[in-house]
């Protein structure tokens, strides 16, 4: 069966340090992508990246990075000294190839406070 | 930039009506979807439609129906509604099949009582 786990339900941390969110999935499909999404308190979904099966190099934004592990199936996020701002929940998501149509599977989410 | 437009943002319905959540994308999207998210169970897909004039069930599609009107357009009816199905509701689209990245409405909150 095709998931997602996101085993951190909540994480709470002081502002400036740092935080990995982490995200297992399990898939039997060569071809996948993964992805990464933040539902800040106002309630909007917001995309943040996509990876794909074949490139395992790892991502950097600003403060935030990614570590995708294909031995491990694994694709953490690190916020790199956290600010309020990030206080959010984050979703981990897979899309499953299916009959030319592709679903997103998405985990539980990582629910983020950063206090002042 | 409206992007994804859901209508309406809040509704409360009795046991056994019937509703109409409405989306609208201006993006030219092909695919579309509806989800369900509930507290502490992340978003759940209902339907989408990989391409106007297609629909599919999701992992939830029960008590649900959806329309594809045209390309912008694809809504989510309740015909009875159910307490169980007091959820927030997220309408998205995507360029071409679920690999492209979604981009999700503000969601509509709604309650059954």
């Known amino acids: 069966a095709q998931k997602v786990t996101q085993a951190q339900t909540e994480i709470s941390v002081v502002e400036k340090e740092d935080v990995t969110l982490d995200c297992v999935y399990e898939t039997r499909d060569t071809t996948y992508y993964l992805f990464w999404y933040k539902q800040p308190p106002s309630g909007e979904l917001v995309f943040l990246i996509r990876?794909?099966?074949?490139?395992?190099q790892n991502e950097i934004s600003g403060r935030y990075s990614w570590n995708f592990q294909k031995s491990t199936s694994s694709f953490n996020f690190t916020i790199t000294a956290s600010q309020v701002v990030d206080s959010a929940v984050y979703f981990c998501a897979l899309v499953l190839p299916e009959g030319g149509s592709e679903k997103l599977v998405f985990g539980k989410g990582t629910k983020l406070t950063v206090n002042p | 930039n409206a992007g994804v437009t859901q209508t309406p943002k809040f509704q409360v319905l009795k046991t056994g009506q019937s509703m109409t959540l409405q989306c609208a994308q201006d993006?030219?999207?092909?695919?579309m979807y509806w989800y369900r998210q509930d507290p502490g169970m992340g978003l759940r897909l209902i339907y989408y439609s990989a391409s106007e004039g297609t629909t599919d069930k999701g992992e939830v599609p029960n008590g649900y129906n959806v329309s594809r009107l045209n390309k912008r357009e694809f809504s989510l009816r309740l015909e009875s509604a159910a307490p169980s199905q007091t959820s927030v509701y997220f309408c998205?689209?995507?360029?071409?099949?679920?690999?492209?990245?979604?981009?999700f409405g503000d969601g509509t909150r709604l309650s059954i009582l």
């Open positions: 998205a689209s995507s360029a071409n099949r679920g690999r492209q990245p979604q981009h």
């Open positions: 990876r794909n099966s074949f490139d395992e």
């Open positions: 993006m030219n999207h092909n695919s």
